[in-house]
């Protein structure tokens, strides 16, 4: 199994006809985007061949083809001697893709943002800084725009968070005023003295809105010096209008149709051939755009490269021959270059990064891809290292620039002045955002009742830059696999087996070990993942994980990688009516709407979310990577064995995710720790029996507990005080960590739980509950319909997002800390 595999890689395959109108292309999207991710990384491998690779097996057939049919025309036979199978059979031609198709968390970043024009993208950056968006007059009501695909499945309700609570804002006399979304009812308000927070995080917004620009402009240069078209003819070409050239304005699409000729042979060209400096001149002033893309977002650069086609394939390549020393050049190179397939880790080093640091080391970027690099060659220790470097740096350089500006800040007497406690807020009212203007700025920033709005502090020019949550996001998670990989590497060395590449690049799982030691993790057994108690696995597992050491190392990864998500999450704000204190009683309900959503948002399911069982809006600032940093929280929440702060985290975390949206500028993301997490539920509700007996507040029906298809509806909360006497929020902070442990021994002397031994497995069984009624449901459906005798419906295709981190953690959570649960139940 390769690294990248084993890291959950995202590979996604550029699409290699890019259509010029904005439905059709949001139709391929939409439809790229329903395939789940493994499945997708088969499409690459079949349909990604390089023409290089292509070309060269062709050549090679021919000429055999023609040996052999020289050796027919001599009267010559082969000899009867057997041959090497190297001479007889081909070999199969190497899959070679271009290296930024490896990237993770590609699959968060699709989104209409990539086809919208990039007037109307500028248009709605400005909306999103401006704090009177989400102050739009509930009178205005106009018709929802058009559906960007026919695919229901993309959207499967209709939303109400984001953009979609606004009206058309777009000038009287704009082109693009027919861009209008429904009124919905109006958000929650925040509280007072504290401004509304954007849309959509402005740092990300602000960066695909730069990314758009500049990749456009690169592959607009990349056209001319390969079609050796001027400024002006190309321009004729994109404004005339005729045939898919010129519509939507797109370079992609002429491209396509001039077949990227290299010598502009295929007529539209220049009469006088251009030069070859100046075609270089061109591909090095792409490449600069090229990197300036990346170094923004490396990722949603690499997932707007993978939209063009072959447009930038060795444009990089080909100023290196010019410069070998020019830095963007090796920049954009490192991820246009083609590797084999699924191979990028064995296929990667951090030699080209090291040069690009040691020559520019104030140049942050380079640490954060190099630390990516780390992470998919298992050094994770160096991962951090350049993660929490450049974290310092950048926090560093804001902290410099923020002391700046505020010396500098003019006074009365014009002289510059430090600001004063509380200028904030007085400043911050006629202060424009960065890139754009807004209404506050021009006097137009009040509301209805004349108070004035707050700009909020994202907007601010003191704010953070992108890459300060980028860092923390990519640290917590580098934290999160290095514990992973160490519970993994333990436990091959345990089974006695270890990782060989495989050809078909299937992943090596724990629950399909082969000519192991002791079989690896079980499915559907009732003892649970790894067997029986005495069983002689589950105790070899047990030395081997629960060791103190061991356990310790584990858990303060754990640890770590959950305080670095928080602290990325902690970027974004939050509006939210505030919420009575949930009785105890109401835990199952909030916990079965989380599960249900969970299962809903996961890829290729198509059931419709439930409602929430509360009416209380909530809006969140949406980021790409904040479902994905959500669930990631949780993984590590259920490795640290601690259920019962788990189902407080889940339910808030359900609220939370609900309340995201994207649109027009995103699309739900597909989140590998979300469809991880909702696996390792399935798989702990179908094999382990403690864990499905009735929690402390269920209601058994014939001895089971009773399926909950959808949460109840809310009532008023008239709970019996809980056991201590004081009404306690269930879903406010955790207090377990400050409760004695259950008082029973851990065995093999490892160190016991810093929380409730019984309130965490009556919390683990209520996180279970809905679980095990969904499947109950599905069985007894297929019975219902197996007596019916009626005609077998096709499976549908479902390829699961998870990869191999499933059994891993099932192996870590049965070892560690199921067998103190059942010792309780």
């Given at each position: 199994?390769?690294?990248?595999?084993?890291?959950?890689?995202?590979?996604?395959?550029?699409?290699?006809?890019?259509?010029?109108?904005?439905?059709?292309?949001?139709?391929?999207?939409?439809?790229?985007?329903?395939?789940?991710?493994?499945?997708?990384?088969?499409?690459?491998?079949?349909?990604?061949?390089?023409?290089?690779?292509?070309?060269?097996?062709?050549?090679?057939?021919?000429?055999?083809?023609?040996?052999?049919?020289?050796?027919?025309?001599?009267?010559?036979?082969?000899?009867?001697?057997?041959?090497?199978?190297?001479?007889?059979?081909?070999?199969?031609?190497?899959?070679?893709?271009?290296?930024?198709?490896?990237?993770?968390?590609?699959?968060?970043?699709?989104?209409?943002?990539?086809?919208?024009?990039?007037?109307?993208?500028?248009?709605?950056?400005?909306?999103?800084?401006?704090?009177?968006?989400?102050?739009?007059?509930?009178?205005?009501?106009?018709?929802?725009?058009?559906?960007?695909?026919?695919?229901?499945?993309?959207?499967?309700?209709?939303?109400?968070?984001?953009?979609?609570?606004?009206?058309?804002?777009?000038?009287?006399?704009?082109?693009?005023?027919?861009?209008?979304?429904?009124?919905?009812?109006?958000?929650?308000?925040?509280?007072?003295?504290?401004?509304?927070?954007?849309?959509?995080?402005?740092?990300?917004?602000?960066?695909?809105?730069?990314?758009?620009?500049?990749?456009?402009?690169?592959?607009?240069?990349?056209?001319?010096?390969?079609?050796?078209?001027?400024?002006?003819?190309?321009?004729?070409?994109?404004?005339?209008?005729?045939?898919?050239?010129?519509?939507?304005?797109?370079?992609?699409?002429?491209?396509?149709?001039?077949?990227?000729?290299?010598?502009?042979?295929?007529?539209?060209?220049?009469?006088?051939?251009?030069?070859?400096?100046?075609?270089?001149?061109?591909?090095?002033?792409?490449?600069?755009?090229?990197?300036?893309a990346y170094r923004a977002d490396e990722i949603a650069s690499s997932v707007m490269v993978m939209q063009g086609g072959?447009?930038?394939?060795?444009?990089?390549?080909?100023?290196?021959?010019?410069?070998?020393?020019?830095?963007?050049?090796?920049?954009?190179?490192?991820?246009?270059?083609?590797?084999?397939?699924?191979?990028?880790?064995?296929?990667?080093?951090?030699?080209?990064?090291?040069?690009?640091?040691?020559?520019?080391?104030?140049?942050?970027?380079?640490?954060?891809?190099?630390?990516?690099?780390?992470?998919?060659?298992?050094?994770?220790?160096?991962?951090?290292?350049?993660?929490?470097?450049?974290?310092?740096?950048?926090?560093?350089?804001?902290?410099?620039?923020?002391?700046?500006?505020?010396?500098?800040?003019?006074?009365?007497?014009?002289?510059?002045?430090?600001?004063?406690?509380?200028?904030?807020?007085?400043?911050?009212?006629?202060?424009?955002?960065?890139?754009?203007?807004?209404?506050?700025?021009?006097?137009?920033?009040?509301?209805?009742?004349?108070?004035?709005?707050?700009?909020?502090?994202?907007?601010?020019?003191?704010?953070?830059?992108?890459?300060?949550?980028?860092?923390?996001?990519?640290?917590?998670?580098?934290?999160?696999?290095?514990?992973?990989?160490?519970?993994?590497?333990?436990?091959?060395?345990?089974?006695?087996?270890?990782?060989?590449?495989?050809?078909?690049?299937?992943?090596?799982?724990?629950?399909?070990?082969?000519?192991?030691?002791?079989?690896?993790?079980?499915?559907?057994?009732?003892?649970?993942?790894?067997?029986?108690?005495?069983?002689?696995?589950?105790?070899?597992?047990?030395?081997?994980?629960?060791?103190?050491?061991?356990?310790?190392?584990?858990?303060?990864?754990?640890?770590?990688?959950?305080?670095?998500?928080?602290?990325?999450?902690?970027?974004?704000?939050?509006?939210?009516?505030?919420?009575?204190?949930?009785?105890?009683?109401?835990?199952?309900?909030?916990?079965?709407?989380?599960?249900?959503?969970?299962?809903?948002?996961?890829?290729?399911?198509?059931?419709?979310?439930?409602?929430?069982?509360?009416?209380?809006?909530?809006?969140?600032?949406?980021?790409?990577?904040?479902?994905?940093?959500?669930?990631?929280?949780?993984?590590?929440?259920?490795?640290?064995?601690?259920?019962?702060?788990?189902?407080?985290?889940?339910?808030?975390?359900?609220?939370?995710?609900?309340?995201?949206?994207?649109?027009?500028?995103?699309?739900?993301?597909?989140?590998?720790?979300?469809?991880?997490?909702?696996?390792?539920?399935?798989?702990?509700?179908?094999?382990?029996?403690?864990?499905?007996?009735?929690?402390?507040?269920?209601?058994?029906?014939?001895?089971?507990?009773?399926?909950?298809?959808?949460?109840?509806?809310?009532?008023?909360?008239?709970?019996?005080?809980?056991?201590?006497?004081?009404?306690?929020?269930?879903?406010?902070?955790?207090?377990?960590?400050?409760?004695?442990?259950?008082?029973?021994?851990?065995?093999?002397?490892?160190?016991?739980?810093?929380?409730?031994?019984?309130?965490?497995?009556?919390?683990?069984?209520?996180?279970?509950?809905?679980?095990?009624?969904?499947?109950?449901?599905?069985?007894?459906?297929?019975?219902?319909?197996?007596?019916?005798?009626?005609?077998?419906?096709?499976?549908?295709?479902?390829?699961?997002?998870?990869?191999?981190?499933?059994?891993?953690?099932?192996?870590?959570?049965?070892?560690?800390?199921?067998?103190?649960?059942?010792?309780?139940?």
């Open positions: 199994m390769t690294a990248e595999a084993r890291n959950g890689s995202d590979v996604s395959h550029g699409l290699a006809t890019p259509s010029p109108t904005l439905s059709s292309v949001s139709t391929s999207l939409t439809l790229n985007d329903a395939e789940p991710l493994n499945n997708v990384d088969r499409l690459v491998d079949v349909e990604t061949l390089t023409e290089d690779t292509t070309s060269a097996s062709q050549k090679k057939k021919k000429k055999k083809k023609g040996k052999k049919s020289a050796k027919k025309e001599a009267g010559l036979q082969a000899p009867a001697t057997p041959v090497s199978p190297d001479d007889d059979e081909p070999r199969p031609p190497v899959l070679c893709i271009s290296r930024n198709k490896h990237w993770r968390y590609i699959s968060s970043y699709h989104g209409p943002w990539l086809q919208l024009p990039i007037e109307l993208l500028e248009s709605l950056l400005v909306l999103n800084l401006d704090p009177a968006t989400m102050h739009a007059p509930e009178s205005r009501a106009p018709p929802p725009p058009p559906p960007l695909s026919t695919n229901a499945s993309s959207f499967p309700r209709v939303r109400d968070r984001g953009f979609a609570a606004l009206g058309d804002h777009s000038p009287p006399d704009s082109p693009h005023s027919t861009f209008a979304t429904p009124s919905y009812p109006p958000l929650p308000s925040p509280q007072p003295g504290r401004p509304t927070p954007p849309p959509i995080d402005p740092g990300v917004f602000r960066s695909v809105t730069t990314i758009r620009r500049l990749i456009d402009e690169a592959a607009e240069l990349s056209v001319r010096a390969s079609s050796g078209l001027s400024a002006a003819a190309l321009g004729s070409m994109r404004g005339g209008g005729g045939g898919g050239a010129g519509a939507n304005n797109s370079p992609w699409a002429l491209a396509q149709s001039l077949g990227i000729n290299p010598l502009g042979e295929a007529g539209g060209g220049r009469n006088v051939a251009m030069s070859a400096m100046r075609i270089h001149r061109l591909r090095a002033l792409a490449v600069q755009k090229l990197a300036a072959s447009v930038f394939d060795d444009i990089a390549e080909r100023v290196l021959k010019f410069d070998p020393n020019d830095a963007d050049a090796k920049y954009v190179h490192f991820f246009h270059e083609k590797i084999p397939s699924r191979q990028l880790a064995e296929s990667t080093t951090t030699h080209v990064l090291d040069e690009l640091i040691a020559a520019h080391p104030q140049r942050l970027e380079f640490l954060r891809t190099r630390g990516i690099v780390h992470t998919f060659r298992d050094e994770y220790s160096l991962a951090t290292k350049d993660f929490t470097y450049a974290l310092k740096e950048a926090r560093a350089v804001r902290k410099a620039r923020t002391m700046h500006r505020n010396n500098n800040l003019p006074t009365q007497n014009g002289k510059g002045n430090k600001k004063k406690k509380g200028d904030v807020k007085k400043k911050s009212n006629g202060q424009a955002p960065p890139n754009g203007t807004s209404a506050s700025a021009d006097g137009g920033g009040d509301t209805a009742d004349g108070d004035p709005l707050l700009l909020h502090p994202s907007v601010l020019p003191d704010a953070p830059e992108p890459i300060e949550p980028q860092l923390l996001f990519l640290r917590g998670a580098a934290y999160l696999q290095h514990a992973v990989f160490l519970i993994e590497e333990a436990l091959l060395k345990l089974e006695g087996i270890r990782k060989v590449p495989s050809n078909d690049g299937a992943e090596l799982r724990l629950c399909y070990v082969e000519n192991g030691r002791y079989g690896g993790v079980e499915i559907g057994n009732p003892e649970g993942p790894l067997g029986r108690k005495d069983g002689p696995k589950l105790q070899a597992y047990r030395a081997k994980l629960a060791e103190d050491a061991f356990r310790e190392q584990i858990c303060a990864l754990l640890k770590k990688s959950v305080r670095d998500h928080e602290r990325f999450l902690a970027h974004f704000d939050t509006l939210e009516t505030p919420v009575p204190p949930l009785a105890r009683d109401e835990l199952p309900a909030h916990a079965t709407y989380a599960f249900l959503l969970a299962e809903s948002l996961r890829p290729g399911t198509h059931a419709q979310p439930p409602p929430p069982p509360d009416a209380q809006p909530l809006f969140t600032t949406y980021h790409p990577l904040l479902v994905e940093a959500h669930f990631s929280i949780l993984l590590c929440q259920l490795m640290l064995g601690d259920f019962s702060t788990l189902l407080r985290t889940f339910v808030r975390a359900a609220r939370l995710v609900d309340g995201l949206e994207g649109y027009p500028v995103f699309l739900p993301p597909r989140s590998m720790a979300q469809a991880e997490f909702v696996e390792v539920l399935e798989r702990l509700a179908g094999g382990w029996r403690a864990g499905v007996q009735p929690h402390s507040l269920a209601h058994p029906a014939n001895g089971k507990l009773a399926a909950i298809e959808a949460p109840p509806p809310p009532r008023a909360p008239s709970p019996p005080p809980p056991p201590s006497g004081s009404a306690v929020d269930p879903l406010g902070p955790s207090t377990s960590s400050a409760q004695p442990p259950s008082g029973r021994e851990t065995p093999l002397g490892a160190p016991g739980p810093g929380f409730d031994l019984a309130e965490s497995l009556d919390s683990a069984r209520i996180v279970l509950a809905p679980v095990v009624a969904r499947q109950r449901a599905r069985v007894d459906k297929l019975a219902v319909e197996k007596a019916a005798g009626g005609k077998k419906k096709p499976v549908p295709i479902n390829i699961p997002l998870h990869g191999p981190r499933v059994e891993i953690v099932l192996a870590w959570v049965g070892a560690v800390w199921l067998v103190e649960l059942d010792g309780i139940a």
